[in-house]
Structures are given as structure tokens and as C-alpha cells.
């Protein structure tokens, strides 16, 4: 069993910046794909980034390209989002997941169910 922690999540003003945090408990961390999903009001879970277990492959979002970066620490089991220039759009809950499966640039992982765990959420708010 792997559990996941999000925290950094907050207020910010649209332009503004957040660092996204997801602690782990694996000790095999390395191990593990970690992905970053969001969930607005009356939404559906949309994918937004994941980096592959030793940080060598990373895919992005149509919608947060360029402005977010993922990464990890394996040292730390903490993986990070990076969200930069936010906009009112990107007002939602944001979860993190991990997967144990391979991971490919076919896209299987923009799906929720590639993901075996996931943790319990962090509110990120950017106003007008």
C-alpha cells in the first residue's frame, strides 16, 4: 500500500505562482510513475502532468503545457507540480496519483485508471 499527501495548495491572484507538494510512503518510490489530476466544480477529473519513475519522461496537459513543470525528489518521496502564470481556469482540486504501470507516450496515462493510488486532495484558488 502506497499513501499519498498532497499540501501546498492555496489562494493565489491570477499571474501568480504555487508549488504543488505530494509526499509518499514507498520506500520504492523510484518505483512509481506519479501523476498530478484536477477536478473543478461540475467537471470531470481532468489529467494535468506525470513524470515517469526516475524523472527521464514527463507529459503535460494541452492546458497547463508550458506554464506547470513536474518533478520529484526520490530521496524525499515527494513529488512536486509547479504551477506558474495561473488563471482562473485552473481553479480546482488537485490530486496526485501513482502507478506501478509502464508508462508510454500512447496516452493511457491521462486516464484515472492507470493510476493505483492517489491521494486526498489540495484546493488550489486563483482569483480575477
Known amino acids: 500500500q502506497v499513501q499519498l499527501v498532497e499540501s501546498g495548495g492555496g489562494l493565489v491572484q491570477a499571474g501568480g505562482f504555487l508549488r504543488l507538494s505530494c509526499a509518499a510512503s514507498?520506500?520504492?518510490?523510484?518505483?512509481?510513475?506519479m501523476g498530478w489530476f484536477r477536478q473543478a466544480p461540475g467537471k470531470e477529473r481532468e489529467f494535468v502532468a506525470v513524470i515517469s519513475g526516475s524523472s527521464s519522461r514527463t507529459y503535460y496537459g494541452d492546458s497547463v503545457k508550458d506554464r506547470f513543470t513536474i518533478s520529484r525528489d526520490n530521496a524525499k518521496n515527494i513529488g512536486y507540480l509547479q504551477m506558474n502564470r495561473l488563471k482562473p481556469e485552473d481553479t480546482a482540486v488537485y490530486y496526485c496519483?501513482?502507478?506501478?504501470?509502464?508508462?508510454?507516450?500512447?496516452?493511457?496515462?491521462?486516464?484515472?485508471?492507470?493510476?493505483?493510488?492517489w491521494g486526498q486532495g489540495t484546493q488550489v484558488t486563483v482569483s480575477s
Open positions: 514507498a520506500r520504492t518510490f523510484s518505483n512509481y510513475h
Open positions: 496519483a501513482a502507478s506501478s504501470r509502464m508508462l508510454s507516450s500512447g496516452g493511457s496515462y491521462v486516464q484515472p485508471s492507470w493510476y493505483d493510488y
